[in-house]
Nanobody, 120 residues
Framework: QVQLVESGGGLVQPGGSLRLSCAAS????????MGWYRQAPGKQRELVAR???????KYVDSVKGRFTISRDNAKNTVYLQMNSLKPEDTAVYYC??????????????WGQGTQVTVSS
């Protein structure tokens, strides 16, 4: 079994910063692309940022220049540094990872989600 466990969400004022972490554990052979998605009330889940195993990154336009995704392959962990937060960044943030386990099964896994609220 593979698990993704997120941490780091919370309440922050506009202009503030938060750092999300997501650690993968279990029967992991290889981790490919890792990413962060978010879902605001009444809206569809959207990709925020993703990073390949080689470090290539992609961001949604609304967070470019404010958010930075990174990963520590030795720790099977992906991070999302969020700066200059805006109220419209308020959402539940989900970690996602494409993982091959020791049985060679390849699947996309999701974390449980962490709430980020930007409000004064």
């Amino acid at each position: 079994q593979v698990q993704l466990v997120e941490s780091g969400g919370g309440l922050v004022q506009p202009g503030g910063s938060l750092r999300l972490s997501c650690a993968a554990s279990g029967s992991i052979s290889s981790i490919y692309t890792m990413g962060w998605y978010r879902q605001a009330p009444g809206k569809q889940r959207e990709l925020v940022a993703r990073i390949t195993s080689g470090g290539l990154t992609k961001y949604v336009d609304s967070v470019k220049g404010r958010f930075t995704i990174s990963r520590d392959n030795a720790k099977n962990t992906v991070y999302l540094q969020m700066n200059s937060l805006k109220p419209e960044d308020t959402a539940v943030y989900y970690c996602n990872a494409d993982i091959r386990d020791y049985s060679s099964s390849y699947s996309s896994y999701w974390g449980q989600g962490t709430q980020v609220t930007v409000s004064s």
